[in-house]
């Protein structure tokens, strides 16, 4: 027997290249706030204004895996966070989304973080579990 299968959730905007500005942590929820939006997924795909809330999230189960500067190859020494202390620890500007990874209830957002006083980047994910929506708002 064969069997085939294939996850690939329908989503109506791409958040590749886009870059968080804020994280916030509420009860059981997770906002993103974006510099300059996203893009649509459908024709004439375009940028919109907007941030992302992330329901029925495990606190316990949304962590931030830093790696190394620029995403360079070879050892380095990395560090695995809760969100929470993630966001108590750096004092950062920004995030750039560089990959988005959706499963059964949990996403991964990999990309690269902007430290204030510093030019370095540094490769970044973030793993987070969730029950509830992924809820876009934009300003359309």
């Given at each position: ?15 590749h ?16 706030e ?10 004439p795909?375009?940028q ?7 329901e029925g ?5 949304a962590n931030?895996?830093m ?7 070879g ?14 620890k750096?004092?950062?500007s ?7 990874l959706y499963?059964?209830?949990?996403l ?7 430290v204030k006083?510093?030019?370095?980047l ?17 300003a359309e």
């Amino acid at each position: 027997m064969k069997t085939e299968y294939k996850h690939n959730p329908p989503i109506p905007y791409s958040l590749h290249d886009m870059r968080v500005k804020r994280i916030t942590l509420q009860k059981e929820t997770i906002k993103l706030e974006f510099e300059y939006g996203y893009v649509k997924l459908v024709e004439p795909f375009d940028q919109v204004d907007g941030s992302i809330t992330i329901e029925g999230v495990d606190f316990d189960s949304a962590n931030v895996l830093m790696q190394s500067k620029w995403g360079e190859y070879g050892s380095f020494q990395g560090e695995k966070l809760r969100l929470s202390e993630f966001l108590k620890k750096y004092d950062w500007s920004s995030f750039e989304i560089v990959d988005e990874l959706y499963g059964y209830n949990q996403l991964l957002y990999s990309g690269y973080l902007s430290v204030k006083g510093t030019d370095d980047l540094i490769e970044m994910d973030i793993s987070i579990y969730f029950t509830g929506n992924i809820i876009y708002e934009t300003a359309e």
